[in-house]
């Protein structure tokens, strides 16, 4: 009689416990892939905004040093013998790399044919008499900061006293907003088109 000896099989992790380790590994590194990928875009949104925020400052303070360089000349227009005429002779447009370079300003531009490049590049300067004296100025100046912003500098110079106050230093926007498309009504007169009149028998 030949007796067979049952050979004890090892024991053997079941398959779904492999499975649920491979799923959880691959469900950590997605998260991780993630998080990078979340990380890196935040880092570029943050370079982005910096370097905007630096260009804009860097624009702002060419735009405030010619500003200075305006009350400046408002300060020696208040010591000329004669300040009406001299600050009378500030109004007018000029280059702000004229303004910059601190070149002769008493030559305006009044040539309306320049470049859309040329004028976004321009300094405004008003000048006029205050309502309530004879003897005060009123200076106000658009300076442009980008495209889209001027600095305005407006300066009050009492030609009596020879003293100026500056009333506004703000950035505003260099145009103002304005509708683009309109959505055309029937039977309205700016539409264009011709009134729709009803059905006869």
């Not at 007796?3 to 691959?26: A, C, E, H, W």
């Not at 950035?171 to 309205?188: D, I, M, N």
Request: net charge negative.
């Amino acid at each position: 009689m030949i007796l067979r000896r049952n050979k004890k099989r090892p024991d053997s992790m079941p398959s779904f416990q492999i499975g649920t380790s491979y799923l959880l590994v691959i469900f950590v590194i997605l998260c991780l892939v993630t998080f990078a990928a979340l990380s890196l875009s935040s880092a570029l949104k943050d370079q982005s905004y910096s370097q905007k925020l630096t260009a804009h400052q860097t624009e702002y303070n060419a735009a405030s040093a010619q500003a200075s360089a305006l009350l400046a000349q408002i300060d020696e227009a208040l010591e000329a013998d004669a300040p009406e005429q001299a600050l009378t002779a500030l109004a007018g447009t000029v280059s702000d790399s004229e303004e910059a370079s601190g070149s002769d300003t008493t030559e305006r531009s009044d040539s309306v044919n320049d470049s859309a490049q040329k004028a976004n590049n321009m300094i405004v300067i008003s000048v006029q008499k205050a309502e309530d004296s004879d003897h005060v100025f009123e200076v106000d100046a658009q300076i442009p900061v980008s495209e889209t912003q001027n600095l305005q500098l407006t300066v009050s110079a009492d030609t009596q006293e020879r003293t100026r106050k500056v009333t506004c230093w703000k950035e505003t926007a260099a145009s103002g907003w304005e509708e683009k498309t309109t959505l055309p009504v029937l039977g309205s007169d700016s539409s264009g088109n011709q009134d729709i009149t009803g059905f006869t028998d």
